[in-house]
């Protein structure tokens, strides 16, 4: 099982496997079942040198006759739900024939078969609950996007803060890169790159946030979908939040945001204080657009780009670039050695005291395994994306800290983390080298 979102590679990797191993590889498109039987016969001929077409009478006969003559080498399936939309029995067809071929191993039978798809939400289904599939698969590969590290990498930007801004508009899709703009890089001037690659109506770019809900089968009403993702975008993390930002109940939006997060399109992060869940757009692609955007479409078709985006700055620092940056500081966290510790939890939260209205808001909680009482508290960490850290911060993280304490956890080695995009003063950076539990995390150490 190969799955993963549209322009992440998937295609790439699957015909180089069928390219190595001389395999058999079929991509599958939205039609009916018989017009995609027609198809799936016109290319297993063509695969097996037989002249013409092969006519199959049902999917049955397809699958068992591709099986019975190709099955000892690589047999690719791509664009899967497609086909499964066209005939949902193909999955049991599928396990029926993989059962028997497993049960008559002993002959020296073989099935080598790759289902791959882009539809997230029904390829995690093939595999769950009472599936047809369940328990059959010796590999469920997903195939996630490059991170920040790897992205700044792929598109060859030297300038770690040139680099956290385009993977905020772009994330870490590699045909952003190649096919959507050329492999042109943006240079010194951001500002044109965007005006030209990406708020151009002219550029592929410019619907390709649209046509992320558009591929997703699950997803019916669009507009409701965008409000949900426009919700979130604008910074309304809790499912309260979301509903009361779009004037509905909380449970008319259960749904939408259950497809949401199979389709891989939104995350759920858990609040580990307040024990609640917090939900953030993952395609960052997606919060460009709903951030900037939609509320300017109608001005983006006629060409306004240039007006749009001088307008825009403001905000695509507060609800594009901040959140990514709050969230790649969080995968720094993750990934950080705490003293011989890793975190196994990182989130956002919100520090709770003792006195009325004493809450703050904490950027980054980085909690050790539960593997005693009181839980460690690995570190507690701000980050700015756009402001000069000071003492005043490195004091709310102290305040913070002490709230969590009170909450129960262990904060005798807590490392107070500042993280910044704009840099620390001077007395900052004093403070910390004389305190080794402050660490303060710039851009460059961010790509390290």
Request: glycine share 8%; proline share 4%.
């Amino acid at each position: 099982m190969v799955s993963g979102r549209r322009r992440q590679g998937k295609t790439f990797l699957l015909q180089a496997l069928a390219d190595v191993f001389g395999g058999f590889y079929f991509v599958a498109v939205e039609s009916t079942s018989a017009d995609a039987l027609r198809q799936f016969g016109t290319a297993v001929a063509a695969y097996l040198g037989v002249p013409g077409a092969l006519a199959f009478a049902n999917w049955d006969e397809a699958v068992t006759y591709l099986l019975d003559h190709c099955g000892d080498r690589p047999l690719v399936l791509d664009e899967f739900p497609y086909l499964v939309k066209a005939d949902p029995s193909i999955p049991s067809i599928l396990q029926r024939e993989i059962d028997t071929r497993v049960a008559h191993r002993g002959t020296g039978s073989r099935v080598r078969l790759v289902l791959a798809g882009s539809a997230m939400s029904v390829m995690g289904r093939l595999l769950a609950g009472q599936a047809p599939l369940r328990g059959r698969a010796s590999l469920d590969l997903v195939v996630q996007p490059f991170d920040h590290r790897l992205a700044r990498l792929f598109w060859g930007i030297e300038d770690p803060r040139l680099a956290l801004q385009v993977n905020a508009i772009v994330g870490g899709t590699p045909a952003y890169r190649t096919r959507f703009v050329g492999n042109e890089a943006p240079g010194d001037d951001l500002d044109d790159w965007v005006v030209r690659r990406v708020l151009s109506p002219d550029t592929p770019l410019f619907r390709e946030a649209r046509y992320l809900l558009t591929n997703e089968m699950e997803i019916r009403d669009e507009a409701l979908y965008h409000a949900v993702l426009g919700a979130i975008a604008a910074g309304n993390n809790t499912r309260g939040g979301i509903a009361g930002h779009m004037e509905r109940k909380a449970t008319d939006i259960a749904h939408p945001l259950a497809v949401l997060e199979d389709c891989q399109l939104i995350r759920k992060e858990a609040d580990p204080i307040r024990k609640r869940s917090l939900y953030r757009v993952a395609e960052p692609l997606v919060t460009f657009y709903e951030a900037i955007m939609r509320p300017a479409w109608s001005q983006l078709e006629r060409g306004w780009a240039d007006r749009v985006w001088r307008g825009s700055r403001a905000r695509f620092a507060s609800q594009v670039v901040g959140p990514h940056f709050e969230h790649v500081c969080r995968e720094f966290a993750l990934a950080h050695d705490w003293d011989g510790d890793f975190a196994t939890e990182v989130a956002a939260g919100v520090a709770t005291g003792g006195g009325r209205g004493q809450q703050i808001e904490v950027d980054v909680i980085a909690l050790a395994p539960q593997d005693g009482h009181p839980r460690r508290l690995l570190s507690v960490g701000e980050a700015k994306w756009s402001e000069v850290m000071n003492v005043g911060h490195l004091k709310r993280l102290e305040q913070a800290k002490d709230h969590l304490h009170t909450r129960g956890l262990d904060t005798r080695d807590t490392v107070l983390a500042l993280y910044s995009g704009a840099g620390f003063d001077a007395a900052l950076t004093d403070a910390a080298a004389r305190d080794s539990r402050v660490l303060l995390v710039d851009l460059p150490m961010l790509y390290a």
